[in-house]
C-alpha cells in the first residue's frame, strides 16, 4: 500500500510521462515537491520500485513503461458542478474527460470503471481543503460513515461528508457556517470522494 506522499510522487510520473514520452529526472522531481536533496527522491522512488509501481529504465531514469501508462489509464468523465454549499436542483452534466490512472486514488481492479468526477463550486467543504475549482474524484459505491459523498438529497445534490446521527443518516459540512443536512424524504449516494485535483496558480 503506498503512502499519500508516494502516491503523489507516482501521479506526477505518470501524468509527466504521459505528456513528454519520458519520465521526469530526479531533479524535476525534488523541485516539483520540494525535497531538501535528491536523496529523498531516490528512497521514495526505491520504495515505489518494491511495491512494484516504478522500475529504473535501461537510461538510469525511474519510470513507469509506456504500455503500462496507457493500460493504466481511464478516460474520466467529469461532470460539473456540484455545490460544495447549498444543495442545488441544477444536475450535473458532462463537461469533459480527462485521463487518470484509478489506482493513484486507490481504486484497482474492475472497480476502475466505476470512476468519475466533478467540479467543485461552494466553500462549505474548506475546512478540509475541499476549495471552488477542485475536480473531485469518486467512486460509485455505498458510502461508510465519516466519508465524503456527492449525495442526492430531496431531489438536489451536494458535496457533504456522510455521518449517522442517533443511527440515521446527515450529510454535514465542514465550514461551521453551513448546517447539518437531515433527508426529509431520501438520501442517495451517489459516489465516494476518493481524491481531489487542483489547478495550480502562479
Not at 521526469?24 to 522531481?29: A, G, H, K, Q
Amino acid at each position: 500500500m503506498l503512502t499519500d506522499r508516494q502516491e503523489e510522487i507516482l501521479a506526477f510520473i505518470s501524468e509527466y510521462q504521459r505528456q513528454n514520452t519520458v519520465p521526469p529526472s530526479t531533479r524535476i522531481i525534488q523541485k516539483q515537491f520540494g525535497f531538501a536533496s535528491q536523496t529523498s527522491v531516490i528512497r521514495h522512488l526505491k520504495s515505489l520500485a518494491t511495491k512494484g509501481s516504478v522500475e529504473q529504465l535501461a537510461d538510469g531514469s525511474w519510470g513507469i513503461k509506456a504500455a503500462e501508462i496507457q493500460g493504466r489509464l481511464f478516460d474520466v468523465s467529469v461532470f460539473g458542478t456540484i455545490p460544495a454549499g447549498h444543495p442545488s436542483a441544477t444536475g450535473p452534466e458532462a463537461l469533459r474527460s480527462i485521463a487518470l490512472d484509478p489506482s493513484v486514488f486507490g481504486v484497482t481492479g474492475d472497480r476502475s470503471h466505476r470512476v468519475w468526477a466533478l467540479e467543485i463550486s461552494g466553500e462549505s467543504m474548506i475546512d478540509v481543503h475541499i476549495c471552488p475549482g477542485d475536480v473531485g474524484v469518486f467512486e460509485r459505491r455505498e458510502p461508510r460513515p465519516g466519508e465524503i459523498v456527492a449525495a442526492l438529497v430531496d431531489g438536489a445534490t451536494t458535496l457533504k461528508r456522510y455521518v449517522l446521527v442517533h443511527g440515521k443518516p446527515v450529510l454535514r459540512a465542514e465550514n461551521a457556517a453551513f448546517p447539518d443536512i437531515v433527508p426529509v424524504e431520501r438520501l442517495e449516494a451517489q459516489g465516494v470522494l476518493v481524491g481531489l485535483l487542483r489547478r495550480v496558480t502562479r
